[in-house]
């Protein structure tokens, strides 16, 4: 076949899945630099690998019928507060829709203006309850795979260097929850971890999962998803990006192949 009947071939098959991507985009600088990162690279995999990716603003769309034109949904911010929606999310999880979150969608703290009031998605879905904390600023940190079998960690090193991200710290155990599989942690050649100034923002020791799974459902969590700006001078200026990292990329594209059904290249 010519490559022009090829490039025909693939401009007309159907594809093999539909990616919908929920966020707000107004909350810290650094969660709006990085929903805009995805919203620029998330298209170019899906040209790359055949996939759909519809992202919004408009929570009001998760419903049922929205939600059954998509084989996976994203959360790339935030999460849904309103009781309808939650619920039409539940649903989708229950009945085999797929999902995968970035950084600030597992947060919740109480009291904040994201408490934690929604125990089927932060207790039982994603199994971390609520924040503890954080490092502080943005740094990179050298990341352990703890499961190397893994459709989204099976092309990874057993360790490597992630992108400048502000790492979340749980007030849940994850380990001893038997639906959850921590798929990656915080290597211990990371500490100190975090540059402060304030001393609780430097993590010296202790286990951090970053990345996992529930068993039950179809999804994936990251931790992955704020870029270090220029805070100090108020100039929203990025000082580093997300899909700047190749191999953390990786991770990212696998877990979505892996949640559409299809397998990467």
């Not at 998330?42 to 990716?53: H, I, R, V």
């Not at 870029?227 to 990329?249: A, G, P, R, V």
């Amino acid at each position: 076949m010519g490559s022009c009947s090829a490039n025909l071939l693939a401009q007309t098959q159907a594809p093999q899945f539909r990616v919908a991507a929920f966020y707000t985009g107004r909350n810290d600088q650094a969660h709006i630099s990085f929903v805009r990162e995805a919203n620029r690279w998330f298209p170019l995999m899906a040209a790359k690998y055949n996939f759909t990716y519809e992202p919004t603003t408009n929570w009001s769309q998760m419903n049922a019928a929205f939600l059954a034109r998509f084989q996976v949904v994203l959360f790339l911010d935030t999460r849904p507060d309103d009781p309808a929606q939650r619920k039409a999310f539940e649903d989708y999880m229950e009945h085999g829709g797929a999902w995968m979150g970035f950084h600030f969608a597992a947060f919740a703290l109480t009291p904040s203006d994201y408490p934690q009031n929604w125990n089927w998605y932060h207790v039982k879905f994603l199994g971390a309850g609520e924040y503890v904390s954080n490092t502080w600023r943005p740094t990179s940190a050298v990341l352990r795979v703890e499961d190397a079998h893994h459709p989204a960690t099976r092309n990874l090193p057993q360790t490597f260097q992630s992108a400048p991200n502000e790492w979340y710290r749980w007030k849940n155990d994850l380990r001893s929850n038997p639906d959850i599989k921590v798929l990656l942690s915080v290597d211990p050649s990371s500490f100190p971890l975090g540059t402060g100034p304030k001393p609780y923002e430097i993590w010296h020791s202790g286990d951090y999962p970053v990345v996992w799974t529930n068993q039950k459902y179809k999804m994936i969590y990251l931790n992955m998803g704020h870029n270090d700006m220029d805070y100090e001078h108020k100039t929203h200026k990025e000082l580093s990006f997300t899909f700047d990292n190749k191999t953390q990329n990786q991770l990212i594209l696998d877990g979505l192949l892996w949640l559409g059904g299809a397998n990467s290249k």
